[in-house]
């Protein structure tokens, strides 16, 4: 199975400042099959990115996906007070679906 | 709009059972394949089962193996998840997902 590795494992971070998260596999995520989640306590998981770069109906454009067969990217550009929560990087193209084990976004 | 509505959850003892449903609308059901996907209290995502569009085929994490069982009804755009010999460490929330789509979840107790 796809062994996905998330960093950092914590980011303490100001309002108003850029998140750069990262995800990479241990071999290559086919067709781009790579999904970002946001989850904030007691919530599902929230679709934030699919296809490694499109995003899900209803987010706002300060998140951005990116990267390609083993390394990708979940960047936020300026963080709002919304915006600090857990984030999962998960593939879904091949069986079985694997998860990161997760990047908290703090507020410092 | 793809949704996903799951139900059934509740408070099991150990050993009990359990049924999950998943009701689909908003896509051709029939089409694609299925997951269930479970976070236990505090912890990360852990993928459950797979079953494909047809029911052709199956998989299973190996911690649920031999007693979860996968199945859907495409004529009734639904997904099912039978749970048997529950135990403490089922204890989780359930997403039925429709890659890369979830739904809201149900939340699965095993306690005495």
């Known amino acids: 199975e796809i062994v996905l590795t998330q960093s950092p494992g914590t980011l303490s971070l100001s309002p108003g400042e850029r998140a750069t998260l990262s995800c990479r596999a241990s071999q290559s995520v086919s067709s781009s099959y790579l999904a970002w989640y946001q989850q904030k306590p007691g919530q599902a998981p929230r679709l934030l990115i699919y296809?490694?770069?499109s995003r899900a109906t209803g987010i706002p454009d300060r998140f951005s996906g990116s990267g390609s067969e083993t390394d990708f990217t979940l960047t936020i550009s300026r963080l709002e007070p919304e915006d600090f929560a857990v984030y999962y990087c998960q593939q879904y193209g091949s069986s079985p679906w694997t998860f990161g084990q997760g990047t908290k976004v703090e507020i410092k | 709009e793809v949704q996903l509505v799951e139900s059934g959850g509740g408070l099991v003892q150990p050993g009990g059972s359990l049924r999950l449903s998943c009701a689909a609308s908003?896509?051709?059901?029939?089409?694609?394949?299925m997951n269930w996907v479970r976070q236990a209290p505090g912890k990360g995502l852990e993928w459950v089962s797979y079953?494909?569009?047809?029911?052709?085929?199956?998989y299973y994490a190996d911690s649920v193996k031999g007693r979860f069982t996968i199945s859907r009804d495409n004529a009734k755009n639904s997904l099912y998840l039978q749970m048997n010999s529950l135990r403490a460490e089922d204890t989780a929330v359930y997403y039925c997902?429709?890659?890369?789509?979830w739904g809201k979840g149900t939340t699965v107790t095993v306690s005495s």
């Open positions: 079953i494909s569009s047809s029911s052709s085929t199956i």
């Open positions: 997902a429709r890659a890369p789509f």
């Open positions: 296809g490694a770069s």
């Open positions: 908003g896509f051709t059901f029939s089409s694609y394949s």
